[in-house]
């Protein structure tokens, strides 16, 4: 992936590197992308909307010791709901620090087949959920440009609740 720069994301809790164009969405732009009642906390996207990235830092727990195990089972959950559609099985890796958890999974639509990889990671206690989205057509540039992405990420010391505001006493790892 051509890196463009580094992003900070969800009130400077986190930094990433993201491709070129990469911009935060709106909320309206957020909400058409992904029109259901909960919405993700950040949504990246380019112009064309071929490639997503959506980032939530919830409240759940999770430890680094769990990662395997959620993956996991988030996993189970997409088998149910879309059988026969999991691309890359759930793994984990090392990413800031921490062990992050991902699979990929391949759904239909009108605008034809997308691919979308769901990960998390934890932050803090706290977990880090996030989804990259994009059409299937290119799944091994796809990982690989993902998997960059993932290897980047940077999670400030002292992670505080997420509160739309900019925290400032915390200092990149």
């Excluded at 680094?64 to 996993?75: K, L, Y």
Aim: proline fraction near 3%; charged fraction near 25%.
């Amino acid at each position: 992936m051509e890196i463009d720069r580094k992003i900070e994301c969800l009130d400077g809790a986190v930094f990433l590197l993201l491709w070129p164009g990469a911009a935060r969405q709106t909320a309206e732009e957020a909400g058409r992308r992904f029109p259901y009642a909960v919405k993700p906390q950040e949504v990246y996207a380019d112009g064309t909307g071929r490639r997503i990235l959506a980032l939530n830092l919830l409240e759940e727990g999770l430890e680094d010791g769990q990662v395997e195990s959620s993956i996991a089972g988030i996993q189970k959950i997409i088998e149910k709901l879309y059988p026969g559609s999991i691309w890359h099985k759930a793994r984990c890796m090392a990413a800031a620090k921490v062990t992050a958890g991902w699979f990929s999974f391949v759904t239909g639509s009108l605008a034809g087949e997308q691919f979308h990889i769901l990960f998390l990671l934890p932050m803090e206690g706290r977990m880090l959920l996030g989804s990259w989205h994009s059409l299937t057509e290119s799944i091994g540039k796809e990982t690989a440009d993902f998997l960059e992405m993932l290897k980047s990420i940077r999670i400030r010391n002292a992670i505080k609740t997420y509160t739309g505001e900019k925290q400032a006493d915390a200092r990149v790892l």
